[in-house]
Every structure is written in C-alpha cells, then in structure tokens.
T-cell receptor
Framework: GAVVSQHPSRVICKSGTSVKIECRSL??????MFWYRQFPKKSLMLMAT?????????EQGVEKDKFLINHASLTLSTLTVTSAHPEDSSFYIC?????????FGPGTRLTVT | AQSVTQLDSHVSVSEGTPVLLRCNYS??????LFWYVQHPNKGLQLLLK??????LVKGINGFEAEFKKSETSFHLTKPSAHMSDAAEYFC????????????FGTGTRLKVLA
C-alpha cells in the first residue's frame, strides 16, 4: 500500500518550453502533497506544500510563477516548470501525506537543453 | 525550530563489518524521526521510523536505529554491511505541529569495500 507514482520518470526539453510533472497517490487519498528538488549529490530541498483545493504554499526563495503547482484532486498534484532553463535541470521528487507520514514518488529527472 | 545533522558526509566500511551512520536532531517537541536510503538515480526508500513508541527501532534489510533523547541522537546501525548497502542515507525529522513537513539531513554516502 501507500504507492506514489510520478510521470514522466525522465524528460528532456528545450530551453523556453514548459514541462508538466504529475504526482499520483495510487491507493490512498492525500490532502497534502509536497514537491522537492534534489541537486546532484545533495539533499532534498522542499519547494512547496500542495493542498487539495487551495493554493500551494511555497518555501522561501522558490518562484511561484516559475514552478506552478496544482492539486486538483485528492490523488493528483502537478508541477509545471514554466519557461524552463538549463539551471532548472534537476531531480524532482513528490510525496503524499495521507496522515503524518510522507510517501515518496520515484522522482522525475528533468534535463533542459 | 527543528533541525537534523548528519555528522558524516561519507562513510566507508568493508563488507561484513558493522555500519554506523550518525544523526543528531534538534526539536522543541517530541519528534518523529526517519531514515531513508536512496540508491543512485532512484527515489527514496523508507528504512525505519521512530514515532514515540519503542526507542529501538528495527527496519528493513537488517538496519536498526536507537532514539536517545538525552543525546538527541538517532544513529543508524547494521551489524554486517553488504555490497548492496552502498547508497546515500538521509536522516529526517518531522514537524509535529501538523504541517507534516520533513526536514532532511544533508545525507551520508555509504561506501562498502569488497
């Protein structure tokens, strides 16, 4: 139980385009989901907290207009990287929290060329 | 404010010898603590968690951790390292105030020598 999926697992896009990453809880509902970014050989950095039916809460220093988060249902949150640039290349990981514990997705590797 | 410190960025052990990965935390509340493992280019896998029950927590793959409040520590151990244990390990403290936020340590890279 408590499986979280992400799609796509890898994506390559050109600079200036937008990319959408989906995070789904497959066998449970989650009012709260989280989005993290991980740089190579670094720890996870929390980007934002996504709450179903309301606006996401962004961490300090994260551009909300660049990283658009939508939590339209209790099983789906999306992260859209708008006007992507090479510095946005990273490993993006989501998690879902049905209660006090987070369950992590497998991550999405974004490469912007 | 809560924080977590992983004292070693890299640890090398020989196969078959014990593993010790150190983690200290700071929390104003009674914390929930977790250890996760991440293999290269993979997602996170939960090894074990402490949520104010037994102070000695047993996890998967032979790992265990002991919550020591007096030392504010939650060190991860394994009696005998296996080559497949080579990975990045993260100690995590959870915010008990209802936001469910996790605070990640900086990670410890475990290398297992043949």
């Amino acid at each position: 139980g408590a499986v979280v999926s992400q799609h796509p697992s890898r994506v390559i896009c050109k600079s200036g385009t937008s990319v959408k990453i989906e995070c789904r809880s497959l066998d449970f509902q989650a009012t709260t989901m989280f989005w993290y970014r991980q740089f190579p050989k670094k720890s996870l950095m929390l980007m934002a907290t996504s709450n179903e039916g309301s606006k996401a809460t962004y961490e300090q220093g994260v551009e909300k207009d660049k990283f658009l988060i939508n939590h339209a249902s209790l099983t789906l949150s999306t992260l859209t990287v708008t006007s992507a640039h090479p510095e946005d290349s990273s490993f993006y990981i989501c998690s879902a929290a049905p209660g006090g514990e987070q369950y992590f997705g497998p991550g999405t590797r974004l490469t912007v060329t | 404010a809560q924080s977590v410190t992983q004292l070693d960025s890299h640890v090398s052990v020989s196969e078959g010898t014990p593993v010790l990965l150190r983690c200290n935390y700071s929390s104003s509340y009674s914390p929930s603590l977790f250890w996760y493992v991440q293999h290269p280019n993979k997602g996170l896998q939960l090894l074990l968690k402490y949520t104010s029950a037994a102070t000695l927590v047993k996890g998967i793959n032979g790992f265990e951790a002991e919550f020591k409040k007096s030392e504010t520590s939650f060190h991860l151990t394994k009696p005998s390292a296996h080559m497949s244990d080579a990975a990045e390990y993260f100690c995590v403290v959870s915010d008990p105030a209802g936001t469910y936020k996790y605070i990640f340590g900086t990670g410890t890279r475990l290398k297992v020598l043949a």
